[in-house]
Structures are given as structure tokens and as C-alpha cells.
């Protein structure tokens, strides 16, 4: 049957919606506005019950918690109102936070498969992208090679600077960062119980060449993708473009230190100050080896 409207409503609206708020949620609180990044929605005006509709002036996006106050009446219409309002007066930075932490996890970085590499991707030494692990031994993600997002063990920050969208949905297993310069910052973990599950994930492999274990399954997969400006360094979802144009895909990288380490000479924009500190010692290292020679 057509024409029956769900409640769930279309891409257009949830983007409409989250970008009206500043991607977090608006409700004040006792301690201030709620921030939770973890946006659902709310049909207020008129409430859902007495009509389907998709209207974006009565709706909101809200956190799970408070949208499920709203529909029980927590807010009055006035308020929420002032909620909608009250979102882009509060644009701090987005925060949130991956629960995924595992003692193994695959990482799969612009078409390419990371195992048992505690450094995904370095300069000269430095981590751009790397894991740790707590005091369980459990791996937790880290992220600093360009400024769109900052992953530190898992807890993340993305500034409001020049954003178009932002998509982290409740369960807190992805999150989606798109900017008004066409920059793209993706971060998704998937559980894959057996090698089939895996081999559906990422149908380009032929199941029999996937170089892992029966016994490595169940596997935790952290997918990232990483976009930025042209001639730069580029983690696309199935291929990886080094700063010289070459594209990598389909590449395995076991154990190692480092999987893959950039030229000194490629430097990321949006590091921090300790970062490029550590990469002009590096400079200065390599300029004195060089008059040594």
C-alpha cells in the first residue's frame, strides 16, 4: 500500500531538523543545555497522535531521553518553541563518545584492512591515527590527523566551524561529519559474527582471499574515512590517495608498529600545537643527518 506516512521521518527532515539545533540536544537543564549529540525527534506541533505529518516547524530534534519526555509531556509547545530557538545561541563544540572498546578490532582505513597494528597511520613517527588500550587491554581509537574531528580514546569532539551536517544516531556506533568545504569525516564499528558476515561487509573481497581466522571471529570492525582538500592526504571509503596521487586498496597490514607512515614533507592541516612541535624536531633531526652526510 502506498501513500501511508511512517513515523519515521524522510532524510531531508532529519537534516533540516539536526542542523536547526546545531546537532545537539537543545533542552536546558539544571547544569545547562543538554549538548548530547545522540539526536532522535519529536512531533509536537500538532503531536503525532493527532496527525501524521513531517512538518519541520512542529518538530525538534531532541536526545532519546528528552524526546521520550516530550512525548509523555515533559514540555509544553512554548517551550520546545524556545528549545528550537535556543540551539544555534548554544553552538559550543559537538561531543560524544564510541562505547566500542575491544581486545581486537580490524580497522578498515580507505580501503585498506588493519590487524594487529597498534599505529594505523604516522608521520615520521607521530600518530595520526593509532589505538590504545585501557587497563582491560581493550583498544580504544584516537584520531588526529586533520581538524574536522579529535578522537581521544574513543571520546570525541567536533567543532562547529563551517558545518553542514552531523549525523550520530542514538545507538552510538557511527558518527558522520560533512562540511560546508566538502571535507568528510566517518567513523562506523560493525560486529561480524562468523567470515561470511565479514565477506557480505565488504563484497569487493572474494571470500576465500580474506586473510583471516576462523577463530578471529566474532570480529569488531571500526570503519574511517577521512576527506579533505584536493592534492592531500585522503582515506576515501574504498580507496586511500597518498599526497603523490597514489591510490592503495584492497591492502592488508598485520602487526607492525606502524601500517602506514607519511613523508615528513606532507604535513595535515589542523594539528595541534604539540603535534607540530614533534614534527619540527623530527625536521631538524633529519635536516642534521642530512649535513652530516
Known amino acids: 500500500m502506498t501513500g501511508i506516512l511512517t513515523r519515521t521521518p524522510p532524510a531531508d527532515v532529519l537534516d533540516a531538523l539536526r542542523s536547526e539545533v546545531r546537532f545537539h540536544c537543545p533542552v536546558a537543564t539544571a547544569e545547562g543545555i543538554c549538548g548530547s549529540p545522540y539526536l532522535s525527534w519529536h512531533h509536537f506541533d500538532p503531536p503525532w497522535h493527532k496527525e501524521h505529518h513531517h512538518r519541520v516547524d512542529g518538530m525538534i530534534a531532541l536526545c532519546r531521553e528528552h524526546a521520550d519526555k516530550a512525548d509523555n509531556g515533559s514540555y509544553t509547545n512554548d517551550q520546545l518553541r524556545r528549545f528550537k530557538q535556543m540551539g544555534p545561541e548554544s553552538a559550543a563544540a559537538i561531543r560524544g563518545e564510541f562505547g566500542w572498546m575491544r581486545n581486537k578490532i580490524v580497522a578498515h582505513l580507505g580501503g585498506n584492512f588493519y590487524v594487529d597494528t597498534p599505529i594505523l597511520v604516522a608521520m615520521t613517527g607521530l600518530p595520526l591515527i593509532w589505538f590504545e588500550r585501557n587497563e582491560y587491554g581493550e583498544l580504544m581509537l584516537n584520531y ?126 589542523g594539528l595541534r600545537f604539540d603535534q607540530l612541535e614533534s614534527l619540527a624536531a623530527a625536521r631538524e633531526s633529519m635536516n642534521w643527518r642530512n649535513r652530516r652526510r
Open 144 to 269: 588526529g590527523l586533520r581538524d574536522e574531528a579529535v578522537i581521544t580514546n574513543n571520546s570525541w569532539v567536533v567543532p562547529q566551524h563551517e558545518l553542514e551536517q552531523v549525523i550520530c544516531k542514538p545507538g552510538g556506533r557511527s558518527l558522520d561529519v560533512r562540511h560546508k568545504s566538502g571535507a568528510r569525516f566517518a567513523v562506523t564499528f560493525t560486529e561480524h559474527p562468523n567470515l561470511a558476515s565479514f565477506a557480505t561487509r565488504f563484497p569487493r573481497l572474494r571470500q576465500a582471499a580474506i586473510p583471516l581466522e576462523v577463530n578471529s571471529f566474532p570480529v569488531t570492525v571500526v570503519d574511517l574515512t577521512s576527506v579533505g582538500c584536493a592534492g592531500s592526504f585522503q582515506l576515501h571509503p574504498g580507496w586511500t590517495v597518498l599526497p603523490n596521487g597514489t591510490k592503495l586498496q584492497n591492502h592488508w597490514f598485520f602487526g607492525g608498529k606502524v601500517g602506514l607512515e607519511l613523508a615528513l614533507s606532507y604535513f595535515p592541516p
